[in-house]
Every structure is written in structure tokens, then in C-alpha cells.
């Protein structure tokens, strides 16, 4: 099993860049793949063109509050999980949903950090979509991370923030293999610059994608951007970095 996941601050594009290369893996037929929604304002299902009606929130929320009668606490969470895996041709989504409320889930988190690990061991590939905190990635998984792409936008904040994300995931120790950062929705001669303030923030910049105006559009229309026509620049831009991405694990 092997394990991606994508970070950084909304309106960099890492939602549909994780959506693409879960279409990438799907089309070389490294499958099965489970995609793992783990940002709070959870959206990955639209790039899948998917529909999520169970989160794992909820049934965290449930099993802390009453499993009723008849069924034990772990037996209720590998139902619910169950439940909340929405099935594909050759992926799989799970939604983590909403972030803890007031009081302890240490022992809610804890069998669900287990029931995910069963859940887990099923797939080739495991993709997972986090928020610039990724208060989620070191419950999801107790094995290593094989990648961290850090998303940014083309300026020099956005390499800035992507710093502090590289530098968040060595601070909360988790086992990631590599960690790089994917500059996305670049223009047109902007390359040399990004590839220089990324060295700046010695940051291991794994590619650059154009921005593009199908992506937007299709955004727009609340259409799958996963459905993008194979001659798009952007997908064969990205399907070039993911091409080098899986060649290193």
C-alpha cells in the first residue's frame, strides 16, 4: 500500500490536483485507490463527481454521545465506516467530515484510527486531501507517508506558506518519506521565478502547472473537473509530475 497526500491553503487547486491524480492512478491501473477527504470544507466528492451522504465526523459524533443496545462501540465503527465509503470504478471515497467538538474522542478517535487501518490495507494507493493544519493525517494512517505534496499558488507568499506546511509536518513528526511542493495555476513565463523563490524556502518543487481556463470553468458550472478532456495542458502537465511522483516510490 502506498500513500500520498496533498496540503496546503485553499485556492491553490490541491483538491482538483488531488482529483487528477487519482484519475491518473485509475487510468494505469494502479487501483484499487481510496481517496481520503480529510479538509474540513470537504469538496473532493465534486471533482469525483461523487455523492457523500455518511462522514466519519458524524459517527465519531454518534458513537461518543450512544451506540444503543445490542452492539459494541468498535463493531458500531466498522459498520459505520462501512456506511461512508462511496464506491467508483477503480477508487473508493471516504469523507472524514467535521472537526472534533467539546469534549474527549480519545477513545472514538482511537477506534477509528484502527477501523481505518483495516480499511486501509485493502487499497494500492491511498490519496488523501488535508487542510493546511492536517490535524487528521497522523490518526488516518500509523504506517509512512510515501509523498507530501504541498500545493501553492505562484507567489511568493504562497512558497512562504508552503514552508510553513513542510516545516508543520516535521514538527508534528510524522513518517513521511518525501515531502515536496507543487507550484499550480502559474503563468505563462513565470517558471524561472517560481523555481527560484522555491529554492529560496529550500523547497524540493517536484513541478509547475499552468493555470487554466477549462479547470475554472468547469469549476464554475459545478462540473467534475476529473471529466477534463485528455488534451487538456494542465492534466497532461500534472499527469507529467504524477509520472515522476509514483516512479519515486
Same mark, same amino acid.
Given at each position: 500500500?502506498?500513500?500520498?497526500?496533498?496540503?496546503? &491553503?485553499?485556492?491553490?487547486? &490541491?483538491?482538483?490536483?488531488?482529483?487528477?491524480?487519482?484519475?491518473?492512478?485509475?487510468?494505469?491501473?494502479?487501483?484499487?485507490?481510496?481517496?481520503?477527504?480529510?479538509?474540513?470544507?470537504?469538496?473532493?466528492?465534486?471533482?469525483?463527481?461523487?455523492?457523500?451522504?455518511?462522514?466519519?465526523?458524524?459517527?465519531?459524533?454518534?458513537?461518543? &454521545?450512544?451506540?444503543?443496545?445490542?452492539?459494541?462501540?468498535?463493531?458500531?465503527?466498522?459498520?459505520?465506516?462501512?456506511?461512508?465509503?462511496?464506491?467508483?470504478?477503480?477508487?473508493?471515497?471516504?469523507?472524514?467530515?467535521?472537526?472534533?467538538?467539546?469534549?474527549?474522542?480519545?477513545?472514538?478517535?482511537?477506534?477509528?484510527?484502527?477501523?481505518?487501518?483495516?480499511?486501509?490495507?485493502?487499497?494500492?494507493?491511498?490519496?488523501?486531501?488535508?487542510?493546511?493544519?492536517?490535524?487528521?493525517?497522523?490518526?488516518?494512517?500509523?504506517?509512512?507517508?510515501?509523498?507530501?505534496?504541498?500545493?501553492?499558488?505562484?507567489?511568493?507568499?504562497?512558497?512562504?506558506?508552503?514552508?510553513?506546511?513542510?516545516?508543520?509536518?516535521?514538527?508534528?513528526?510524522?513518517?513521511?518519506?518525501? &515531502?515536496y511542493v507543487l507550484v499550480n495555476l502559474a503563468k505563462e513565463g513565470q517558471e524561472q521565478e517560481i523555481k527560484d523563490?522555491?529554492?529560496?524556502?529550500?523547497?524540493?518543487?517536484?513541478?509547475?502547472?499552468?493555470?487554466?481556463?477549462?479547470?475554472?470553468?468547469?469549476?464554475?458550472?459545478?462540473?467534475?473537473?476529473?471529466?477534463?478532456?485528455?488534451?487538456?495542458?494542465?492534466?497532461?502537465?500534472?499527469?507529467?509530475?504524477?509520472?515522476?511522483?509514483?516512479?519515486?516510490?
Open positions: 500500500m502506498h500513500s500520498i497526500a496533498f496540503a496546503g &491553503k485553499g485556492g491553490t487547486g &490541491k483538491t482538483t490536483l488531488a482529483g487528477i491524480l487519482i484519475r491518473y492512478l485509475v487510468e494505469k491501473g494502479m487501483t484499487p485507490v481510496l481517496a481520503v477527504d480529510a479538509d474540513a470544507n470537504a469538496n473532493l466528492n465534486e471533482v469525483l463527481g461523487l455523492e457523500v451522504n455518511e462522514t466519519l465526523g458524524e459517527a465519531r459524533e454518534q458513537m461518543k &454521545k450512544d451506540v444503543g443496545t445490542g452492539m459494541t462501540k468498535d463493531v458500531f465503527m466498522e459498520m459505520k465506516l462501512q456506511e461512508a465509503v462511496v464506491e467508483s470504478d477503480g477508487f473508493d471515497l471516504i469523507v472524514m467530515g467535521r472537526p472534533e467538538g467539546a469534549g474527549c474522542y480519545c477513545a472514538a478517535n482511537a477506534l477509528l484510527t484502527q477501523s481505518l487501518e483495516r480499511l486501509i490495507s485493502n487499497y494500492r494507493f491511498i490519496v488523501m486531501d488535508n487542510e493546511a493544519g492536517m490535524e487528521h493525517l497522523s490518526r488516518l494512517t500509523t504506517n509512512n507517508i510515501d509523498a507530501l505534496v504541498v500545493v501553492s499558488d505562484p507567489t511568493r507568499r504562497g512558497l512562504q506558506a508552503a514552508h510553513r506546511i513542510v516545516r508543520l509536518a516535521e514538527e508534528l513528526r510524522l513518517n513521511i518519506k518525501d &515531502k523563490a522555491a529554492s529560496s524556502f529550500d523547497l524540493d518543487l517536484i513541478g509547475i502547472v499552468p493555470e487554466d481556463e477549462d479547470i475554472r470553468s468547469y469549476d464554475l458550472k459545478g462540473e467534475p473537473t476529473m471529466e477534463l478532456p485528455p488534451n487538456n495542458r494542465a492534466l497532461q502537465e500534472a499527469y507529467k509530475i504524477f509520472n515522476q511522483l509514483v516512479s519515486t516510490i
